[in-house]
T-cell receptor, first 115, second 114 residues
Framework: SQTIHQWPATLVQPVGSPLSLECTVE??????LYWYRQAAGRGLQLLFYSVGIGQISSEVPQNLSASRPQDRQFILSSKKLLLSDSGFYLCAWNLGRAGYQETQYFGPGTRLLVL | AQSVTQLDSHVSVSEGTPVLLRCNYS??????LFWYVQHPNKGLQLLLKYTSAATLVKGINGFEAEFKKSETSFHLTKPSAHMSDAAEYFC????????????FGAGTRLAVHP
């Protein structure tokens, strides 16, 4: 069966510091991968998605970036965090190919607090 | 343009009474619709989904939703609320693009009182 991992679970960082959040998927190959952010009391906003190694699409201009160095690894980064980067970051995956289910499966999330 | 609106930001019910969480969507195409649940400090869990099969969709934990094209609605219901149902619920529409982009509603927080 497939599982998705995110770490760290919780992170407190000062403004201006760098960020690296990691997401890995097990039990599948060539998944579509997604990063979402959930601000307090709000719905989810898609930040990045990737359909393959090295292929990243950005949905929202911001000071965050994403990379996919391996098939089942998706990394969210920032060189300098802003206060507004605080939130709950969720990674998700699906296969999304013809004949497969469209459902996205979410990881446990990383709660980021920027002070 | 595709969008999804959850009509209530907060819903409060007593344990054992019915639950109704309302969702309306806007889509130029036949949509795929989902309901996800998020318990505090947890990731999202899929409750159910509609993908152009039966209009009444049954999900986990006794939840179900009915797709009504004429009303562009996909309301989530449960006959009898349980304390463990207290969580935030998201109605989601799938964007008809090539990469399965999901558009999330703002969420409805369900409180269940004894």
């Amino acid at each position: 069966s497939q599982t998705i991992h995110q770490w760290p679970a919780t992170l407190v960082q000062p403004v201006g510091s760098p960020l690296s959040l990691e997401c890995t998927v097990e039990g599948t190959s060539n998944p579509n991968l997604y990063w979402y952010r959930q601000a307090a009391g709000r719905g989810l906003q898609l930040l990045f998605y990737s359909v393959g190694i090295g292929q990243i699409s950005s949905e929202v201009p911001q000071n965050l970036s994403a990379s996919r160095p391996q098939d089942r690894q998706f990394i969210l980064s920032s060189k300098k965090l802003l206060l507004s980067d605080s939130g709950f970051y969720l990674c998700a995956w699906n296969l999304g190919r013809a004949g497969y289910q469209e459902t996205q499966y979410f990881g446990p999330g990383t709660r980021l607090l920027v002070l | 343009a595709q969008s999804v609106t959850q009509l209530d930001s907060h819903v409060s019910v007593s344990e054992g009474t019915p639950v109704l969480l309302r969702c309306n969507y806007s889509s130029s195409y036949s949509p795929s619709l989902f309901w996800y649940v998020q318990h505090p400090n947890k990731g999202l869990q899929l409750l159910l989904k509609y993908t152009s099969a039966a209009t009444l969709v049954k999900g986990i934990n006794g939840f179900e939703a009915e797709f009504k094209k004429s009303e562009t609605s996909f309301h989530l219901t449960k006959p009898s609320a349980h304390m463990s149902d207290a969580a935030e619920y998201f109605c989601v529409v799938r964007f008809s693009g090539g990469y399965n982009k999901l558009i999330f509603g703002a969420g409805t927080r369900l409180a269940v009182h004894p």
